[in-house]
């Protein structure tokens, strides 16, 4: 009669599936944090918003929509 496995093999995929995507999830989190971490301690060695490239003042409206940026926008369109 053969081997029913249909429901195990699919049950396996969606939770590698899950998994994976929480993985992606897990690291782009702890990407985040690292950037914020470091934007913490550029704003205490008074360095935040200064371009880390260029020594150039990065824009206010470049740092409120990413507050992490480390680079002005032309240095990083250099990129």
């Not at 496995?5 to 944090?33: M, S």
């Not at 950037?35 to 740092?63: F, N």
């Amino acid at each position: 009669s053969g081997l029913n496995l249909g429901e195990g093999f699919a049950d396996a995929g969606a939770i590698t599936a899950e998994r994976t995507e929480l993985l992606g999830l897990a690291d782009a989190l702890a990407k985040q944090v690292t950037e914020i971490d470091e934007a913490v301690a550029a704003i205490e060695a008074g360095t935040y918003g200064v371009c880390s490239s260029c020594g150039q003042d990065i824009p206010a409206a470049r740092l409120e929509a990413r507050p992490s940026s480390t680079l002005c926008v032309s240095c990083k369109s250099k990129r």
